[in-house]
C-alpha cells in the first residue's frame, strides 16, 4: 500500500507545481492598472510604528522607500541582524554603510 | 516503529518548510511582476541622504535627456486609519490616458480619469471598503497628518482580483494627494521616467548622473532588493531551514542506530535465504526511497494546502514580521519544480546514505553471527 501511495502523492505533487509553474508564467494580470499607479509593491502593510527607528531608516533608504519596503526588510531580518549578513550589503545596492563594509 | 518515527518526522519537517518555500517564492514572483510593471526609472530627490520631495521643475531637465520618452509626476504617502496603515497614490493627469491597456480589475464604479483632479474622488482597495463599510457613491473623511480634514467620494472599487496589489490603496488625483500630504508647492514625491522603447533605461539613467541631489533607480535596483528581501537570507526561512536539516540528521542517526540492532537479524534471515549483499542494499534502498518519499510528498501537499487554502496562520505572521496581510489578501503560493526538487534533495537523500550504510555493513556480516549478534 505504501509504495502506492508514495507514487501517488509524488505524481501528484509533481502535477500541483506543473499547475503552478504554468498558472505563474501566465500570470500578468492588472498590467494596466499596475503600470499606471506605478508602484513596485504588492499590499503588505504595517503596523509597526518603531520604522522611524535611526538604524531601521537606514533599511528603509536601502530599500529607497518603496511602500513597504522596510518592512520585507525587517520581517526577513526577524531572527539575524542583516548588517551582519556580507550578502545583504553586497547585494542591495544604495546601502551605504561604508564604516562595516570596509 | 522506525517506520512511524521517520514518516512523523519528515512529515512535520517538511510541512513547516514547505509552506514557508512556498509562500516566499510566490512573494518574490508577486515582487516581480509588480516590479516589471514600474517605471523605467524613478527619480528622488536626496538632501543630507535623506529622500525628499522633489520639485517639479527637474521635469523639463530630464526631458530633455536623449531616451526619455515621457516624465510623469506622482505623490504617495502612508496614512494610518484605525490600527491600519493604507497607501495612498496620487496620480498624474497626464498619466491617465489608458493607453497602456484597459483596467478591468474594478468591482464596481470607475477608474479616474483626468477630469477627477482636485475633485476628492478616488479609487480604493477592498480592505479599506471593508473595514470603513463603504460602496461606490459613498463619501469618507481622512484625517491627514496636518490633522485637517479631507472629504473624498469613493467612484471606483477594486475587485478581488487585484487585492494583491490594491487591498491597501487609496488613488486619487494628483492634486488630491499634494494637498492631502500638505506637499510644498511645486513639489512631488518622486518621478516616474519611461525610456524609449530603443533605449537601454541603464544607459538612459547613466545620463542623469551630473544632476544633482538625484536619485535614480531602475527596475533592475528594485528586484535585486526585493530579492534579497524575501530571499534565503530572510532569519526565520534560514532557522526553519535549519530546523529541517536538523530533523534529517536526527532520523538518520537514529536510522543508523536502530538498523544496526533491529535489522541484523532480517539481513542475517535474508542471507541464510541466499540474498547478496546488493540485494539486501536494493532492499533497503527501496524501502526508504518508498518512505522518504511517501512522507515528503504528504507534507509538501499539507504544506502547500496549508498555505494557498489556510492562507497559513500562524507561520505566516512569523514570516512577514511586524508587516501585516489585509484580509481579502489570497497570499500567493508559488510550488516551484525547483523547490520540490530541493526539498527532496535535502530530505530523501540524506535518508537513503543512512540507510544504505548500515545496510552495507550488516550485509557483509557472516549471517550466522549477525543473527546470534541480534539476538543477544
Redesign the interface.
Known sequence: M??V???V??A???S???Y??SQ?SM??????????????????????E?TRNPLIEVFV?????????Y??????????T?TR?R??RE????F?FTAVKG | MRTAVILITFLVATTMISAVLFTKDGLEREAELSVQSAPDLTLQYLKGGRVEPINASYISLISEIPGVEKVLKRTWGYAGIGKYTFVVVGLDPDGLDYSRGVITSLEDGRFLTPEDEGTGNIVIGKLLAYMLNVKVGDDIILLSESVETNKFHVVGLFSDASSIYTADMILMSLGDANKFFSMPEGQVTDLCVYVSPSENPATVASRMNSIPNLRVLDQDLLLRGYKAAYGARGGIFTTLWTILLVAVALIAFSQAIVVGHESQFEVGLLKTFGFSTLDIIEVRLAESLVIGFFATSLGMLLGFSYAAFLNAPGLVDILLGWAYLPREFRLPVYVSLQSVFSIYAVTVIPLLITTVVPAWLNAITDPELAMRRAAA
Open positions: 505504501l509504495p501511495l508514495a507514487i502523492l509524488t501528484a505533487l509533481v500541483v507545481s506543473i503552478s509553474e505563474w500570470r500578468e494580470y492588472d498590467r494596466a492598472l499596475r503600470e499606471v499607479v506605478s508602484l513596485p509593491s504588492i499590499a503588505i502593510g504595517t503596523n509597526y518603531g533608504r536601502s530599500m529607497y522607500d518603496v511602500p513597504g519596503g518592512d520585507y526588510i525587517v520581517s526577513s531580518s526577524f531572527i539575524d542583516p549578513l550578502d545583504f547585494t542591495i545596492p544604495g551605504n
